[in-house]
């Protein structure tokens, strides 16, 4: 009742400051996507709300999760340092009276600072937090995974602090209430499980020479969607330097990331008054179309190292089923990654490829739902025992959040087979050449390509009739 009403009243205050003349500092709903930047609680569900179906337990879990937040690359600094010094023009230009930014929003900015004391792609404080509640939310949700041994339970990171330090705070949540005390695995030398594109050279050579994604990225930034966002920006703020779309996406990173440098305050930066929310919904779009050519369903090589961490899901769940496996089981990875094993697993696949020339709203494929720092897949096995009759189901959660892969009592076992032991043969084979991709096909599709053979069959049963022998056509065909 109480989130009800605080809901009510954040409503009824968008509504009424939006009579008013709006600016950034008094936007109380300002856009919140902001792609691969945008931070867990803003898109997450809650794995809690959903119910372990009746007579049925959970016994085992495997989970890929992306590192939580981290700070900016040294790249990314460099070139947000580098627009960050148009501050005195943007002030200069409010006072002179060709800037249209409000008041208090140039008073802010004013007083903004850049903040030094932090050390590039290492975790931030949000990013801790945002791995200690998943780890307490999994532990309210799934006491009973946790009363056992410490071999009941395997995590391992990359070989990165990023991904060593967001397991290490995924555990302290997970065992807060416990006297568990679970350790993470040291990183493996060579993991193709949970960073297969590091060791595919057919991966690495295209990321040397990405032709279709820039080719896309320049068309979104030639668009007029594109274009007419910079022009915002450059009446905005009113100065006599000419913007470029390379200064408007930097502003747009400053925008994005200074915002949550401070862990506890409200996620808000004085560089975000260089953006409408439309503007921000253009800015998300390219990076979308980034992440899509580069990682996503644009790059054919990406279903196939995608499906790499699906196999080992797969056998997971199959040894946990025979009561081999383990209780819990937790990889933390990158986006790279999560954006690999959602193309092979067949999530938020359009059903025509995106384009960057033409910006489309209500695309399945967004990156701050995938991508998002902390993101990540959950399956859960549970055992379910009806009328004397043990079996297994799976449940599978995106962020929390129940999937089209698996109705929320979970998929029964036989669907769960159907829809991933094709990811049982996937290997890095296809690295070694430039032949076109044979991937073992997305689990979405599975299902579909299953109905597609019967009707087939059905189809050449009914036409050739006459030519079948009696019993046959008596049985089946009628």
Same mark, same amino acid.
């Given at each position: ?186 990183? #493996?030398?060579? +993991? $193709? =499980?949970?960073?297969? @594109? !590091?060791? /595919? ?41 000419? #913007?470029?779309? +390379? $200064? =408007?996406?930097?502003? @747009? !990173?400053? /925008? ?46 990406? =279903? ?175």
């Amino acid at each position: 009742m109480t989130s009800k009403i605080f809901n009510a009243v954040i409503l009824v205050l968008c509504v009424n400051f939006g009579a008013t003349k709006m600016c950034y500092w008094n936007n109380f709903c300002p856009y919140q996507l902001f792609s691969t930047k945008t931070p867990y609680d803003v898109v997450r569900g809650d794995i809690r709300e959903y119910p372990v179906p009746e007579n049925c337990e959970a016994v085992s879990i495997w989970a890929l999760i992306r590192h939580g937040h981290r700070y900016a690359k040294e790249i990314e600094v460099t070139s947000m340092k580098a627009v960050a010094e148009l501050k005195k023009d943007i002030i200069a230009s409010y006072h002179s009276g060709t800037s249209q930014l409000c008041r208090q929003d140039i008073e802010d900015l004013e007083n903004w600072k850049w903040l030094d004391n932090f050390q590039s792609s290492t975790l931030s404080g949000i990013g801790y937090a945002e791995l200690v509640s998943l780890g307490r939310r999994m532990q309210e949700k799934y006491p009973q995974l946790l009363d056992g041994s410490l071999d009941d339970v395997y995590i391992r990171a990359t070989n990165r602090v990023r991904t060593e330090s967001s397991a290490k705070a995924f555990v302290t949540g997970l065992t807060e209430k416990t006297t568990l005390s679970v350790t993470v695995d040291q990183p #493996l030398d060579k +993991d $193709d =499980v949970i960073q297969p @594109y !590091e060791y /595919c050279q057919r991966y690495l050579d295209i990321l040397q020479n990405p032709t279709t994604m820039t080719d896309q990225v320049n068309a979104c930034d030639n668009s007029g969607k594109y274009k007419a966002v910079m022009a915002n920006v450059q009446r905005r703020l009113g100065i006599a330097h000419q #913007l470029t779309a +390379d $200064d =408007v996406y930097n502003l @747009y !990173e400053l /925008c994005r990331s200074s915002r949550l440098w401070n862990y506890g305050s409200v996620l808000r930066s004085p560089w975000c008054a260089m953006f409408s929310d439309q503007d921000l919904e253009v800015m998300e779009f390219k990076d979308d179309i980034k992440r899509y050519y580069k990682n996503g369903y644009g790059l054919e090589e990406s =279903v196939g190292l995608g499906s790499l961490p699906l196999r080992d899901l797969y056998e997971k769940m199959v040894a946990s089923s025979k009561g081999e496996g383990k209780k819990l089981v937790a990889y933390f990875s990158h986006k790279t990654l999560t954006e690999m094993v959602v193309s092979a697993i067949g999530l938020f696949k359009d059903k025509i490829k995106l384009d960057g020339s033409g910006m489309k709203p209500n695309r399945l494929w967004r990156s701050s739902e995938i991508s998002c720092s902390s993101s990540n897949i959950i399956a859960v096995l549970l055992r379910c025992k009806n009328f004397g009759v043990e079996t297994h189901h799976v449940q599978i959660f995106q962020n929390e959040k129940p999937t089209d892969l698996c109705p929320l009592q979970g998929c029964t076992w036989q669907e769960f087979t159907e829809l991933f032991q094709n990811f049982a043969s996937a290997n890095l084979s296809f690295c070694n050449n430039q032949e076109h991709l044979q991937t073992p096909g997305s689990a979405a599709n599975i299902g579909l390509k299953t109905m597609a053979f019967v009707l087939v069959i059905v189809l050449f049963l009914v036409y050739n009739k006459e030519r079948l022998p009696c019993f046959f056509i008596e049985n089946h065909v009628k």
